[in-house]
């Protein structure tokens, strides 16, 4: 399958700093990418929807300036938590679609990150 | 109520055994169905997807019944790989994203 690279894996940020989370696609053309959030014993929640070069799209609830996310590159796409408070300790998973896959609709995931705000 | 509604189990099983996981959603206008595996702490990862027809992958079985809105997973002769949280997924037509059950845990045991 289709390679999505996240990064950091694994952060611990102080409340009010903000967090970068990085999403690559390494071995195709990301032209939609997805980013979720997962609480303990919760199911994935769609956080926004960014196409390439285009505005995000966020769900309903999910606080656009809080969350920034940029997907300037196809093969890039970043999610900003900024002033982090201890409630958006999670883990963030992103996911990408796009062209040069074998099928196209397939969502591939990153790794996670797992974000401690203290 | 929930767009995609699992057990969330867990489902104890010894190796060797057959479990069935179901899951049903609420939109009739769904189109793709799918099952994920997700391992503790992990990225979740397509197990399957699920036609209409039903389909195997090996100890796999999926099947979909759109008339009722639920969707299956059969696992035959259980091990302890499998041990891991069973997503249950819908897309839904015109929409580009993925709507996920909140998952099924399997605990295998020996």
């Known amino acids: 399958g289709a390679v999505v690279s996240q990064h950091p894996s694994r952060v611990i940020c102080k409340s009010g700093t903000s967090v970068k989370i990085e999403c690559r696609s390494l071995d195709f053309q990301a032209t939609t990418m997805f980013w979720y959030r997962q609480f303990p014993k919760q199911s994935l929640m769609l956080m926004a929807t960014?196409?390439?070069?285009?505005?995000?799209?966020?769900e309903q609830g999910v606080e656009k300036d809080k969350f920034l996310i940029n997907h300037a590159s196809l093969t890039l796409s970043t999610l900003t938590v900024t002033s982090a408070h201890p409630e958006d300790s999670s883990f963030y998973i992103c996911s990408a679609r796009g062209g040069g896959l074998k099928s196209p609709f397939e969502a591939f995931f990153g790794q996670g990150t797992r974000l401690t705000v203290v | 109520r929930k767009e995609v509604e699992q057990d969330p189990g867990p489902f104890n099983v010894p190796e060797g055994a057959t479990v069935a996981f179901n899951c049903t959603y609420s939109n009739s206008a769904s189109q793709s169905f799918f099952w994920y595996r997700q391992d503790c702490r992990k990225e979740p990862k397509l197990l399957m997807s699920?036609?209409?027809s039903g389909n195997e992958d090996g100890r796999f079985t999926a099947q979909l019944n759109r008339a009722s809105q639920y969707i299956s997973l059969l696992i035959r002769d259980s091990k302890l790989s499998d041990s891991a949280t069973y997503l249950c997924?819908?897309?839904?037509?015109?929409?580009?994203?993925?709507?996920f059950g909140t998952g099924t845990r399997l605990l295998v045991s020996p």
């Open positions: 699920v036609y209409s």
């Open positions: 997924v819908v897309r839904n037509t015109g929409f580009q994203k993925l709507v």
């Open positions: 960014s196409n390439e070069g285009s505005k995000a799209t966020y």
